[in-house]
Structures are given as structure tokens and as C-alpha cells.
């Protein structure tokens, strides 16, 4: 879940990515096997493509200040992980779905569609843009009226307590995920960013610790590692003007922020007298129709050449974790069913068990529990620091399987 542009997609293709060229590799083998298909004329990207479209912005704008600004979603589209263990057959398929911000923007028709999502899934991760969140606190460009559309702060809180654990016998997890953190995790600030969470979702995190059993955590990520924050600048779009090339086209445009000195700087991060053009608004930062409430642009300091995300795995990690632990608490109260075959049978525990059991595919109980305390044993899955803060934790009954 998560606003316009927020980065739920970038974030999408760094965990799959991590669990392909990652540290989990040694214990878990993946394989994208999405199948490309083409909606309403559009032809799905894949995962491989979007990262090579990060790591040629990286390559074609280290050291400017640039627009991070590519890759919108209009569709939603489906991309499947197929995960096994070394020379083992069995396998297990991780679908995600990617869907566009516009979807979570609240009042649409697409609201009731979302709310029945919402009572069917196990995991929620909720995809905050950072820069706004931490920016919202100066009060200058942005505000928390601002950042609280930008990031869909009240439809995000009308979905989550959607969420039905069924009185505490279907457990759910849901995790606070800012993005773009780089910058205040160079500054070794993300305890100040899990706190503005803990601030900005309070309404949200009071009516999800009232369920008896939903899991809520704290994970900031960087998606990309070397593209850092560096300021918030109201949003104009520059035109040429003056022939500028031999081939000048009739309405060339782009996306630009007025410096203090008077100059121009452009999407891809150059500086331009303004004489040369005009500049004009920007209609699509209006983020309420028929107000004067607009968002502006965040500029972005492309550090190195390098792609280096950091903590995306760890998203993954949690869930894998959590699902393991429902599964098998689960199998318990089967087991319990079983043995008390004249008392009480929980009728809702039998229907979830036979819905879910399947969930790690070909992959059994035993093999993930085995894969997963490895993880541990290996310091893979990280509890706490850098901002990562495990809420409110699930009781789930745990035996050796
Ligand atoms: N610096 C930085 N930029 C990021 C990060 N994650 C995403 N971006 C950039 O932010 C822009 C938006 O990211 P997307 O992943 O496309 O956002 P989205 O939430 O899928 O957006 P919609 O599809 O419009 O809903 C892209 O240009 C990304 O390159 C991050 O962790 N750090
Ligand atoms: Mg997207």
C-alpha cells in the first residue's frame, strides 16, 4: 500500500532482486518466473528492466542533483518468485501484486474492491515516502496536510482496520516500510524516522493493538542506497523557448525548480538561464482538486554509480518468519483437533489450515523451519537498529517440527 510515487514498485523489484543476488542465495534459490503479459496495450515491465532503468540513472547522473521520477505504474500487474532449496526439487511461488498509488488515494471506485483484498491478505506492507514524512515537521513546502494526502495517511488507516483476524485466530502482520531513507541513514537518524511514524500512523497504531492478534512493525529501507534527499523545491515545468538544436520540437518540456540565484535546474539535474524559455506551473502536483494545495518536488543528489540497497531483504525475511510461525501454530491446533476429537473443534482453525497449508508450495514446514533458524543462526533477520522496531509481536505456540 502506498501513495503515488512513493516507491512501492522500486521497493517490489529491490526484494525480489535481494532474494535473487542476495545473502539468502546460500539457503533459498530463486528464479523470476513472472510471464510478461500485455493489458489494455500496455506490455508489463519486467523486474530486470527496472532495476537496469535505476542503474542507468545512476550512471547517467552521479554527482547532479536530479527528479527521481521514472517508471509510474498504470496497471496492475502480477510478478511471481519461484524459491527452492539447493539441489532439492520442491518450490514454492511468491506472487506479487503491483498495483498504482491512485488505488489507495481513497473515495474511488476501486474502495470496495480494496477493502475485500484487505479481509483476504495475510501481509500488509505500507510503502511511506520519507522525505515528505520527515519534511512535513519544518512546515515550510510541505506541511501535515501535505504529507498526510501525499502518503494516504487516512485512507491507508481506513483500509488497515479492514483487517479481520477473526478474533484472534487468523493472524496478520502489517509492516510500516519508509522509503528513501538514505539520507537520514547517513545521518544515522532512522530512530527519529521510526518515531515520526509511530507519530503520523498513531490513530492507525492504537485501532491495530486493539486486535487480539496483528503483528506491527517498523522497517526502513533504501531502495536504491546512493540517491540521497536533498530538498523540496515548488514544482514548475520549463519550455524552450529559443531554438536550442537543429531538431527542435514544437512543445519541449520538462519538469524544473527556480534556484536561489535565479537559474534553472532541470529534471536531469542542469542548470539553464531562464531567458532561454518559460516557466510554467505545474498542474500535476495539485494533490487537491480545486484547492491551492500542491506538493512539491523532491530533489535527489545521485551520490555514486553504484546500486546498493539496503534492508529491502529484511521485508521479506519478516514475512517468510511470520508465515512460518502461523503455519505452524496452526498445525498445532490441527494436531489438538485431532487428539480432542469429542470436545470442541475450532472450526475456523480447520478451514484456515486447509486454505493455508499449502502456502510454502512443494516446500514442507520442516524444510522452511530449518531454513529460517538459519537465517538466525546467520544474523540475516534483524529485530532491531537502524530504525527497524517490532511493535506489537504475535504469541504463536512454536515447536520443533
Ligand atoms: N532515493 C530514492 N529514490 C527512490 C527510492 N525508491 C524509489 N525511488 C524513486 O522514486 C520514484 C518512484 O518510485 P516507484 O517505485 O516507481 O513508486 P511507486 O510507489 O511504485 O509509484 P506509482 O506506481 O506511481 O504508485 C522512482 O523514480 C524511483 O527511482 C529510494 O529508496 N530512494
Ligand atoms: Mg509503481
Redesign the pocket.
Known amino acids: 500500500m ?10 517490489l ?1 529491490a526484494i525480489m532482486d535481494s532474494f535473487v543476488t542476495g545473502t539468502v542465495s546460500c539457503l533459498l534459490t530463486a528464479k523470476d518466473t513472472t510471464v510478461l503479459v500485455k493489458k489494455e496495450g500496455v506490455k508489463q515491465a519486467s523486474i530486470d528492466s527496472k532495476l537496469r532503468d ?1 542503474k542507468q ?1 545512476l550512471q547517467e547522473h552521479v554527482g547532479r542533483t536530479i527528479l ?7 496497471i496492475q500487474w502480477d510478478y511471481r518468485l519461484e524459491l527452492s532449496i539447493p539441489q532439492k526439487s520442491e518450490t514454492m511461488t511468491i506472487v506479487f501484486t ?5 488505488y489507495f488515494e481513497g473515495g474511488k471506485k476501486e474502495q470496495a474492491g480494496i477493502i475485500e483484498l484487505v479481509k483476504s491478505y495475510d501481509v500488509f506492507i505500507v ?1 511511506i515516502d520519507t522525505p515528505f514524512m520527515m519534511e512535513a515537521r519544518a512546515r515550510k513546502l510541505v506541511d501535515p496536510v501535505v504529507n498526510n494526502k501525499y502518503n494516504c495517511i487516512d485512507s491507508i488507516h481506513t483500509f488497515l482496520t479492514q483487517i479481520d483476524d477473526n478474533d484472534g485466530n487468523n493472524a496478520k502482520l502489517v509492516i510500516f516500510a519508509p ?4 539520507k537520514w541513514a547517513k545521518e544515522n537518524q532512522l530512530d527519529t524516522v521510526t518515531q515520526y511514524v509511530k507519530e503520523d500512523y498513531k490513530t492507525t497504531l492504537i485501532a491495530l493493538s486493539k486486535y487480539k492478534r496483528v503483528q506491527v512493525e517498523i522497517i526502513p ?5 546512493t ?3 536533498q530538498e523540496h523545491k515548488e514544482a514548475y515545468r520549463f519550455r524552450w523557448t529559443k531554438r536550442q538544436w537543429l531538431f527542435f520540437k514544437k512543445e519541449c518540456q520538462a519538469s524544473c525548480a527556480i534556484l536561489d540565484n535565479g537559474r534553472v535546474r532541470l529534471s536531469d539535474g542542469t542548470e539553464m538561464d531562464p531567458a532561454i524559455g518559460e516557466i510554467l506551473d505545474d498542474p500535476s502536483v495539485v494533490l487537491i482538486p480545486n484547492t491551492d494545495i500542491v506538493r512539491p518536488n523532491s530533489w ?1 543528489k545521485v551520490l555514486t554509480k553504484t546500486y546498493k ?1 539496503h534492508n529491502c531483504e529484511q521485508l521479506a525475511f519478516h514475512i517468510l518468519d511470520f508465515m512460518l510461525s502461523k503455519l505452524i501454530d496452526l498445525q498445532i491446533q490441527q494436531e489438538e483437533n485431532h487428539r480432542n476429537l469429542n470436545a470442541f473443534l475450532n472450526f475456523v482453525t480447520i478451514g484456515l489450515w486447509k486454505s493455508l497449508k499449502d502456502v510454502f508450495g512443494g516446500i514442507s514446514l520442516q524444510q522452511m523451519s530449518v531454513i529460517v533458524d538459519r537465517m538466525y543462526q546467520l544474523n540475516l533477520i534483524k529485530k532491531n537498529g537502524e530504525g527497524i522496531l517490532i511493535l506489537h509481536k504475535c504469541k504463536f505456540k512454536k515447536v520443533q517440527v
Open positions: 502506498g501513495g503515488q510515487r512513493v516507491g512501492k514498485s522500486s521497493a523489484a535505476v540513472l527521481v521520477d521514472s517508471g509510474k505504474t498504470y503491483d498495483v498504482n498509488g491512485e510503502a522509503i528513501k531513507c538514505e529501507i533504501q531502495t536504491i542506497g540517491i540521497v534527499f535527489f540497497p
